[in-house]
């Protein structure tokens, strides 16, 4: 079994948490009288959220939901209650945190339990592993990378246990461990077990994943869900808990509410840990600015005097982004049968081609070629090909390597059914230092100027707006961006940022359009 050497300031931070969550897990009973019993742990309520979390049948399941409903605890109950049934070395489990230092809150939980539920079982802190009386194991690791899994390649873990789940920004990590949930002794349950909260960096793939849009609170299952290599995957539930379950935490804490909306540093971070709610926007870097009821608007055609462009970032293995850009010149538009006014420099995503797999962060590995091909293809169609200019890409798709470079073949003719027609050109995007920040804050500032202001008077600066038809790329990844933690002016690095990026070298062009041209054709 992999065993890791932290760092002596992961060393220093990890005794820190564990000193303060030791603290915490003393604040409860030990053990709970129930029927004229002591009992040590039991689910909080009878046909409750925790019961059915550890009774779910199905390979893969998510408990989620508000901060202190006891998910940590289900989580070590899941494995355990599979602990003294016979298998022996057999039951391997493993549960994962994006960091060690975080690992100190299971750990605490765990010493709180297992030596009153299991004597003789033993926690050896160098290996971060606890064996049980009947050969049975539980380790607990970190994961911060989806490279970290070629340490676990290979093992069988026939439980594997991921502890807030919405941390890791995207779903690689989570995926590539699925091929260690595996065992060779017939009989041995298999399973893959998860809590979150709704607030973090992967609030929007952890979403989707488990299709919590509108009615989180019910319980959700994605039966045989298809994955990006047309099969069809386990099925997967997603289990809701409260903290108005959690009658041991609330008596012992009965201010504890007030010290969850204390702690949040910002509206949406309150709902998400009070409420469980997956709707708020979560982890962002525009969570405070974005908002749907004004940035997005329904398709529309734009006037024939408005600006088109299109800007893009490059991707292969990760997804490539193009989006087509109406820039306003002050005058009115209809949009949804309702005439309103426009900001000259106002901008609006009309469309966007987002070369994913349908899976978070994952390209189609398009050739530059085929992606002109499909720019083209998709102008005409729209009839918007002889009137879209060249706009802002990625500085880097101009470097040539052995003699060509990526802008130099989406440049080249394409040929359309009989028909020829010229390649695809770009204006090298703005990437001098402080380029990313500045174009991030850009973004913030014509997203909150896109709102009306509330006494009633007409905008007066340039807005970013988005169509509804911008779903898969802009929709889905922007107004979740999460903020880097070593700069939070700026996105994480680790997020799927393509949408964003194309979205700010475009908000760097508003008021420097080079050519102009008249919009004739519908998006």
């Known amino acids: 079994m992999t065993e890791y050497t932290p760092t002596t300031e992961e060393a220093r931070a ?18 709970r009288n129930i029927g004229g019993k002591e009992v040590v742990w ?11 979390f550890m009774s779910c049948t199905y390979f893969e399941a998510l408990y989620h939901g508000t901060r202190g409903p006891g998910k940590t605890d289900t989580l070590l109950m899941s494995y ?23 690992l100190a809150d299971i750990v605490a939980k765990s010493e709180k339990w297992f030596p009153r539920i299991f004597p003789g079982a033993r926690f050896n802190r160098s290996a971060m592993t606890w064996t049980f009386p009947g050969g049975e194991r539980l380790l607990f690791r970190h994961m911060a990378r989806p490279e970290d899994y070629l340490n676990y390649h290979g093992h069988e873990y026939p439980f594997i246990g991921w502890e807030e789940l919405t941390n890791w920004p995207s779903d690689e990590c989570f995926t590539r461990m699925m091929a260690c949930c595996r065992s060779a002794t017939m009989g041995v349950p298999k399973m893959v077990r998860a809590t979150t909260n709704p607030y973090g960096p992967g609030h929007n793939w952890v979403k989707q994943r488990y299709e919590l849009a509108g009615r989180w ?54 709902k998400a840990w009070l409420d469980g709610d997956w709707d ?37 293995s990760a997804p490539f982004s193009v989006a087509w850009w109406a820039e306003s010149d002050g005058s009115d538009v209809k949009i949804a049968g309702l005439w309103r006014s426009t900001v000259k420099g106002d901008i609006f995503r009309m469309q966007e081609w987002y070369g994913w797999t349908g899976q978070p962060n994952q390209g189609k590995r398009m050739l530059a070629v085929d992606i002109a091909r499909g720019i083209v293809e998709r102008e005409l169609a729209w009839n918007i090909y002889d009137v879209v200019r060249m706009g802002p890409a990625d500085s880097a798709i101009f470097n040539f390597e052995n003699g060509v470079s990526i802008a130099q ?71 979740t961006m999460a903020r880097d933690e070593s ?15 194309d979205t700010r070298y475009r908000v760097r062009q508003v008021g420097n359009i080079a050519q102009s041209g008249t919009t004739v054709g519908m998006f």
Not at 14 to 31: G, I, K, V, W, Y
Not at 81 to 101: C, E, N, T
Not at 453 to 463: A, V
Request: hydrophobic share 35%; proline share 8%.
């Open 14 to 31: 990890f005794d820190e948490n564990l000193a303060r969550e030791r603290e915490n897990a003393a604040r409860t009973p030990p053990t």
């Open 280 to 316: 708020v926007v979560a982890g962002g870097l525009f969570d405070d600015v974005w908002d749907r009821r004004h940035n997005i608007v329904p398709q529309f055609q734009p006037p024939k005097s408005w600006r088109i462009n299109r800007s893009f970032d490059w991707g292969s």
């Open 409 to 479: 073949d989406m440049s080249r003719p394409v040929r359309i059914g009989d028909s020829t027609y010229p390649g695809v050109q770009w204006i090298p995007a703005d990437k001098r230092d402080g380029s990313v920040v500045g174009g991030c804050e850009m973004m913030r500032k014509m997203m909150k100027q896109a709102h009306p202001n509330k006494d009633g008077r007409p905008r007066e600066f340039q807005g970013l707006f988005v169509t509804e038809l911008c779903k898969d790329g802009f929709l889905r990844t922007v107004p």
């Open 80 to 102: 355990a209650q599979h602990v003294g049934k016979g298998f022996g070395r057999a039951w391997a489990g493993i549960i994962l945190r994006q960091s060690y230092p975080q």
């Open 487 to 501: 700069d939070l002016d700026r996105p994480d690095k680790n997020a799927e940022d393509h949408a964003c990026d």
């Open 42 to 52: 039991a689910p909080l309520q009878t046909n409750g959220s925790q019961e059915a």
């Open 217 to 270: 609170w019910k319980t959700s299952i994605v039966l045989d869900p298809i994955g990006p290599d047309g099969r069809r995957q386990h099925s997967r539930a997603a289990i809701h808990g409260h903290i108005d379950e959690n009658h041991v935490l609330l008596k012992a804490d009965p201010l504890y509410k007030q010290t969850i909306i204390s702690a949040a540093s910002n509206p949406a971070m309150a």
